[in-house]
């Protein structure tokens, strides 16, 4: 998607391309409905090191069908053509 797409286009596209598991890992979901909680701007080294380059990652904090969740979202940019890349998706648990 292209960088001017919103989080709110952009989410629904993540979604479709994960399960979620239950606790006993026999049965497999999908989100089928969110609302976000927040959105922020975050900067996240690339590996353990003081003198590591950082990545910029719109974290956005979702409750779903299936519980809270912590989703980065990462823009790239591939040769000329601008994309929305998910980085991750976490269980927001404190």
């Known amino acids: 998607m292209p960088k001017t797409a919103s989080v ?18 026999t ?3 999908r989100i089928t ?3 976000i909680l927040t959105t922020r701007q975050v900067a996240i080294p690339v590996y353990h090191s003081p003198s590591a380059p ?23 940019d591939v040769y000329t053509s601008r ?3 998910s980085s991750e998706i976490f269980d927001a648990k404190p």
């Open 8 to 25: 709110e286009d952009v989410l629904p596209k993540v979604f479709e391309h994960w399960l979620f598991p239950d606790s006993q890992m």
């Open 54 to 76: 950082m990545h910029s990652y719109t974290a956005v904090i979702v409750k779903t069908n299936l519980g809270e969740k912590v989703v980065l979202l990462r823009y790239i």
């Open 27 to 29: 049965h497999y979901s």
């Open 83 to 85: 994309a929305w890349l």
């Open 33 to 35: 409905n969110f609302t």
